[in-house]
């Protein structure tokens, strides 16, 4: 039930928009999550910001360079609860789910980067804990890559093959229209 869920965002970081990660999809995702989080601070529904604090050499997300920092879209407000993380998985070493079952939410819409890093691990964490979890596709976005195999892959690729992962097994996959939608219809 998306009006008792809290809104998860996960490492929307100046880091992640470093042009040597590569192309990368969903160009409007910071856009989409700005409007989700804005309906959820219009109903005061509990908001939940994951930052990543690198602790890899070469990170552009290390908590001592300004890539760690939020970008200005989805900027935390006095009181919207931040755990900081150092693996992929927002519920490792956070105390996330504690703070979760503290509050009684049991039900997590998750925006954030990347979809095959930590959006992928935490929304599969999420879902083996027990939450419902709605993943919103176009609130998320992936990185091009070479693959093991020496092939490159396209962002859109990776992103598309994460969800289709993800959806029906870990969560619900839907996009900010959709939801939105389903919102007004409440």
């Given at each position: 039930?998306?009006?008792?869920?809290?809104?998860?965002?996960?490492?929307?970081?100046?880091?992640?928009?470093?042009?040597?990660?590569?192309q990368r999809n969903n160009p409007d995702a910071e856009a989409n999550m700005a409007?989700?989080?804005?309906?959820?601070r219009e109903r005061h529904w509990p908001i939940v910001h994951i930052r990543h604090?690198?602790?890899?050499?070469?990170?552009?997300?290390?908590?001592?360079?300004?890539?760690?920092?939020?970008?200005?879209?989805?900027?935390?407000?006095?009181?919207?609860?931040?755990?900081?993380?150092?693996?992929?998985?927002?519920?490792?070493?956070?105390?996330?789910?504690?703070?979760?079952?503290?509050?009684?939410?049991?039900?997590?819409?998750?925006?954030?980067?990347?979809?095959?890093?930590?959006?992928?691990?935490?929304?599969?964490?999420?879902?083996?804990?027990?939450?419902?979890?709605?993943?919103?596709?176009?609130?998320?976005?992936?990185?091009?890559?070479?693959?093991?195999?020496?092939?490159?892959?396209?962002?859109?690729?990776?992103?598309?093959?994460?969800?289709?992962?993800?959806?029906?097994?870990?969560?619900?996959?839907?996009?900010?229209?959709?939801?939105?939608?389903?919102?007004?219809?409440?």
């Amino acid at each position: 039930m998306i009006d008792a869920a809290a809104l998860m965002l996960i490492d929307v970081q100046k880091g992640l928009a470093d042009a040597a990660l590569g192309q990368r999809n969903n160009p409007d995702a910071e856009a989409n999550m700005a409007r989700l989080l804005a309906v959820w601070r219009e109903r005061h529904w509990p908001i939940v910001h994951i930052r990543h604090c690198s602790v890899e050499p070469d990170s552009t997300l290390r908590p001592e360079l300004p890539g760690n920092a939020y970008k200005d879209e989805v900027l935390p407000l006095p009181g919207e609860k931040e755990f900081t993380k150092r693996v992929n998985s927002a519920f490792i070493g956070t105390g996330l789910e504690q703070y979760l079952r503290d509050h009684g939410i049991t039900a997590l819409v998750i925006v954030g980067l990347t979809s095959d890093h930590c959006v992928s691990a935490s929304t599969r964490m999420a879902s083996d804990l027990g939450f419902e979890v709605t993943l919103v596709a176009d609130a998320s976005a992936a990185f091009e890559r070479r693959g093991f195999d020496g092939r490159h892959y396209c962002a859109d690729q990776i992103h598309r093959v994460n969800l289709v992962s993800l959806d029906g097994e870990f969560c619900r996959v839907r996009d900010t229209a959709q939801l939105l939608d389903a919102l007004t219809q409440q």
